[in-house]
């Protein structure tokens, strides 16, 4: 996942060039984050749903949060 506007997430697929805006269909999808590896229902053209997330190996939260929010999932240096 490349993008996080809130309810929807901008997903860039292994095996297909374009990005898909995808929803969060399932309960434990909500809680998806930048550079986490989804599964994805496609409902159309450029659209789909994430049906499952991934496990994590790493997680980055803000310094003082404010609410329990994660900012990114996966992140390497390089």
Avoid: H, W
């Avoid at 809130?6 to 995808?22: K, S």
């Avoid at 749903?49 to 999932?73: D, M, Q, Y």
């Amino acid at each position: 996942m490349v993008a996080d506007f809130g309810r929807d997430f901008l997903v860039e697929l292994a095996d297909r060039p374009p990005r898909y805006v995808c929803n969060a269909a399932r309960a434990g999808s909500k809680d998806a984050a930048c550079g986490d590896f989804v599964e994805v229902r496609l409902t159309g053209s450029a659209q789909g749903s994430i049906e499952r997330v991934g496990t994590r190996r790493n997680i980055l939260f803000p310094v003082r949060p404010v609410e329990e929010k994660t900012l990114a999932a996966n992140v390497d240096q390089r």
